[in-house]
């Protein structure tokens, strides 16, 4: 059975735990693994523009021993007319997987079911499954094992981030709460799978247009951008809507006192959150970034059953 990563919805608890793991062997002793896709390729396929999603799955190919191929969005044929499913035959028959960063959670999921190789979901409209693996890498490098810590997403939670958040929560049972303007809420299809999760798991999902409230003992303060690409003419907007929504001075003097903030990047300085909580000592943004790298070796191994080393 080829075993895909399109969403957090698709793991179980079970599933991150191995995920994690891994990642955790990728940073200790990456060097064992040097030969997992040795003889292989996989393709990396940038819809949208990248900087440490490229970075991390080329580096993460290379160190693997595969060979990574690069292919930006408009070298497909797909935009002259080919089908997705053609496309995924063709992908099928050269490489050993693909890394797609894409628009359409769709196109995944109907490469995904012609494909004969495992498809990773790099980032589409609907999700960013890696993003938060990495991100709860992150977490429990700098808290520990136990009990999970709790989180406020503050911000924008009708984007992928937030989505794959709130099933992640959801599905490890997790504290997390979302605080957003209530014109960005979470998209009803994610939201209503995280709360039937929640109900098996025990998670305690809070959804409040009050930053204060989610932000009032919380340990880790998250947020994403408020003008992601696609919504540049929207930017003073925008920028009006959720400067109410600023991680800065305010809100980490309402959270816990051994609270961090994390943003998944880019980041614009002195907007959804402020510089100098940024490069402050409470501030893990930079580590969730270089940990992008060693989950995706491990998302690599996981979905091509080379996590054995």
């Known amino acids: 059975m080829i075993r895909h990563l399109l969403s957090i919805s698709d793991l179980t608890a079970r599933d991150i735990e191995a995920i994690l793991a891994l990642t955790g062997r990728c940073k200790r002793s990456g060097a064992s693994f040097a030969r997992a896709l040795a003889g292989k390729a996989v393709a990396l ?130 504290d997390l709460r979302l605080a957003y303007p209530s014109r960005h809420q979470p998209e009803l299809e994610a939201r209503t799978k995280a709360v039937k999760l929640a109900k098996a798991s025990g998670a305690k999902l809070t959804f409040t247009n009050d930053p204060a409230e989610a932000a009032k003992g919380v340990d880790v303060l998250y ?44 980041a614009h300085r002195g907007e959804e959150l402020t510089a100098d909580l940024m490069d402050s000592e409470r501030s893990i943004v930079f580590d969730q970034a270089e940990n992008r790298l060693y989950n995706a070796m491990a998302a690599l191994l996981w979905c091509t059953g080379g996590g054995k080393s």
């Not at 044929?77 to 028959?93: C, M």
């Not at 003008?227 to 001075?249: D, I, N, T």
Request: hydrophobic fraction near 45%.
């Open 45 to 174: 396929v940038f819809e949208k523009a990248s900087t440490r999603t490229r970075l991390a799955c080329e580096v993460a190919v290379g160190r693997l021993g595969g060979r990574p191929i690069t292919i930006a969005g408009t070298d497909l044929q797909i935009g002259r007319g080919e089908t997705i499913e053609d496309t995924a035959r063709i992908f099928s028959r050269f490489v050993n997987a693909i890394c797609w960063r894409t628009t359409g959670h769709d196109r995944l999921e109907t490469f995904a079911r012609t494909a004969t190789i495992p498809v990773i979901n790099t980032l589409s409209d609907a999700e960013h499954p890696c993003q938060i693996l990495a991100d709860l890498f992150t977490i429990r490098e700098r808290f520990g094992r136990g009990r999970w810590p709790s989180v406020a997403f503050i911000g924008d939670a009708g984007n992928n981030v937030a989505h794959s958040w709130l099933l992640a929560a959801a599905t490890l049972g997790m």
């Open 223 to 266: 947020t994403d951008v408020w003008v992601s690409m696609g919504q540049e003419e929207e930017r003073a907007a925008r920028l009006k809507l959720f400067r109410p929504y600023q991680v800065g001075a305010k809100l980490i003097k309402l959270s816990s006192a051994r609270s961090v903030v994390m943003h998944c990047l880019p």
